[in-house]
Structure formats: C-alpha cells, structure tokens
C-alpha cells in the first residue's frame, strides 16, 4: 500500500503530492522524443530547415517547454533549486524571443528600450522567465481585447536590494474590486475559456521560493508608466555587492 492511498484522489493534497510530480516525469518522455526528432530533421535538412522563421520558433518553444518542466519541478520541490547570479536583462530577452510572433504584431506599440548596463539578479532564472512570460502574455491579451493601438511596455528598473521587471500595458485595467483577488488560485479576470485562474498565482509562488516576489504595482508609484491602466513588477533580489 502506498502512502497516497487512503488519500482520495479529488483531494488538493493527492494532486499535489502524486498528479503533479507524475505528470512533469511523463512529459518529459514525449518531449525528449520531439526534440530528438528536431535535431534529427536539422542533421537531414541542414542550414535549409535551420534558417527558417518557423523552424527556430517551434525550436525555441520545445526549449520552453523544458524550462517549464525544470521550473515546475522547483515549485514541487523549492529546496532542490539553488539560487544563481544570472543576467535578467538576458532572460527578458529570451521572454521577448518566446513570445516574438504575438508581438510582431504590435509593432511599434511594443515599446522596449535596451538597458545601458547589465542589471544582475540572485534567484532562479527559469522561474524569472516564467514570470515575466506569464505578466507579458497577460498585458498582450489585455491589450489585444481592446484593439485601437493600445500599447504595451517593458522595463528593467535597478533599486538597491532589487531588480525590477516591468510590464505595462493599456488595455482595460482591473477592476478595484478584482485586485485584492488576483493572485488567489483559480481567480481570473478573463472570459470563460480563455484562462485558469493559475499563471500569476504560481508566477509569484515560484518567484516567492527565491527571494522575490510578483505585484501589481499602485497608481500613486513614481515609476509606474503614465498611460498604463496596468502594470505588475517581477522582482528579483540585486547580486549581493
């Protein structure tokens, strides 16, 4: 007998204890066998099938799924994961390179002003960029929904003890009512089907596991975009020194 099995399986602590590590460690079989067959096909086809558009995004997204499996894998098992100093404004470029055919079509309202000096954070990388992916494909929705050339914005803003990711965007903001909401599991703001409920709340959980945190930042912060109807920061503790 198990430990699972007096546990019923529509309980929240059987998911979490069986369901989820049982899935990550299935996933990764069908994947490590899409990738083979990706490497194999480019080994064939060579710089013909290597230069394509198409070609390097389903490349780039079997890699995301990766990072996503690694990352999930953290928030099952927070102490495994140790902390790194990595360069956050490369992981916001690698977010920016995941999501490049929805935001080609903003064009210049995706607005994105290179950083003049690196900015160095402590934490886990994987987790940066689920976060900032997630916040960014919620400003692109939002700004979507609303069409009439809203626009959307990313940031990196140094502070003392942190390092700050930005997004912003100028789509239909979020009701007073639904802040306080926004992080709880299961709580959306988007229509039946379009999301879960999940994204910002294991955004900030895995955030949480190394130090930094998710927000939704106030209308009074000084930094905070003057167009913008809504804007969250990812925050990343600074490199010690």
């Known amino acids: 007998m198990s430990d699972f099995d007096d546990i019923p399986q529509d309980d929240p602590e059987y998911q979490e204890a069986l369901v989820a590590p049982g899935l990550i460690h299935e996933l990764r079989h069908p994947l490590s066998g899409i990738k083979g067959g990706l490497e194999l096909l480019e ?3 060579g710089e013909t099938l290597a230069s394509l558009d198409e070609w390097q995004l389903v490349a780039r997204q079997v ?9 999930y894998q ?3 098992s927070p102490g495994d994961a140790l902390a790194a100093v990595f360069d956050v404004d490369h992981v916001v470029e690698q977010a920016i390179d995941l999501l490049s055919f929805r935001l080609r079509r903003l064009g210049s309202r995706f607005l994105r002003s290179p950083a003049p000096l690196p900015h160095r954070g402590r934490g886990a990388p994987n987790a940066v960029l689920h976060a900032v992916t997630n916040v960014l494909v919620n400003a692109l929705d939002a700004a979507e929904a609303v069409g009439n050339g809203a ?16 997004v912003s965007d100028e789509g239909s903001g979020i009701p007073p009512q ?3 909401r926004l992080f709880q599991p299961r709580f959306t703001t988007k229509q039946r089907g379009k999301g879960n409920g999940l994204g910002l709340h294991i955004a900030r959980t895995m955030m949480r596991n190394h130090g930094g945190g998710v927000r939704l930042v106030d209308e009074g912060d000084p930094a905070r975009v003057p167009w913008a109807r809504t804007e ?7 490199e010690p020194g």
């Open 178 to 180: 639904d802040r306080v």
């Open 232 to 238: 969250f920061s990812i925050e990343i503790p600074a």
């Open 63 to 71: 890699r995301r799924m990766e990072d996503l499996l690694c990352s």
């Open 43 to 45: 080994w064939k086809l």
């Open 74 to 76: 953290g928030l099952l």
């Open 151 to 166: 626009r959307v914005q990313l940031r990196v803003l140094p502070a003392s003890a942190a390092v700050e990711v930005r």
